[in-house]
């Protein structure tokens, strides 16, 4: 079966520091892998996803099949990054989303 | 246009008692999902309705748990004896057309506290 891991679940750093979020998953098949965030009182969104290779808010990340890893990276981080952070997996059997248990971000001043 | 919504937005119910929570997705997404965020755990899927195919239940964690989707689009997860292990966030997502590419549009949730 499918699995996403998000080994951290608080990242704090610093306000212009690098920021990477750590994903990693196992799954049989071809992955397609997500990043959605949450930012406070506001509902669940994508950030982006591995098939479009963009970068979104500053953010990347490389899918590494090799090392089944989907890191998310900023080279210089925000306080408006603040947000709970969740990798996310797509069975294409199943349709829906496999989801890490989130890491949350703390960028302070 | 408007998104997913979702009602309540809140609901406290007594252990024992049935609750019935609802989804309206965004107008001409074919495909909806129902997940369960529960304290400190990541989102965990429930069921996936994708126009009108069989509903894929495989996500449901016991019998007390049911869903169906009238007309295509409104969506409606019961939860029946409610259990406190039931108190979480249950989301509702849609998609244009269910394809794993897609990206899933989330509804605020309703949040669920059984006493």
């Known amino acids: 079966a499918q699995r996403v891991t998000q080994p951290e679940k608080l990242l704090s750093v610093f306000k212009g520091a690098p920021v990477e979020l750590k994903c990693n998953y196992s799954?049989?098949?071809?992955?397609?892998l997500f990043w959605y965030v949450q930012y406070s009182r506001q509902r669940l969104q994508l950030l982006l996803r591995?098939?479009s290779r963009e970068s979104i808010k500053g953010f990347t990340a490389d899918l590494n099949k090799g090392e089944t890893s989907f890191h998310l990276k900023k080279p210089f981080a925000q306080e408006e990054d603040s947000a709970m952070y969740y990798c996310?997996?797509?069975?294409?059997?199943?349709?829906?989303?496999?989801f890490g248990s989130g890491t949350r971000l703390q960028v302070q001043p | 246009g408007a998104g997913v919504s979702q009602s309540p937005s809140n609901k406290v119910t007594e252990k024992g008692k049935d609750v019935e929570l609802r989804c309206d997705p965004i107008?001409?997404?074919?495909?909806l999902y129902w997940y369960r965020q529960s304290l400190g755990q990541g989102l965990e899927f429930l069921i996936y309705?994708?126009?009108?195919?069989?509903?894929?239940k495989s996500g449901l964690p016991s019998d007390r748990f049911s869903a169906e989707r009238t007309g295509g689009s409104v969506s409606t997860l019961t939860i029946q004896r409610t259990q406190q292990e039931d108190s979480a966030v249950y989301l509702c997502?849609?998609?244009?057309?269910?394809?794993?590419?897609?990206?899933?549009?989330f509804g605020p949730g309703t949040r669920l506290l059984v006493l």
């Open positions: 799954y049989s098949g071809s992955p397609e």
């Open positions: 591995h098939i």
């Open positions: 996310a997996l797509a069975d294409t059997g199943r349709r829906a989303l496999t």
């Open positions: 309705f994708q126009g009108n195919s069989a509903p894929d």
């Open positions: 997502a849609s998609s244009l057309a269910g394809g794993e590419q897609e990206t899933q549009y």
């Open positions: 107008s001409g997404h074919t495909a």
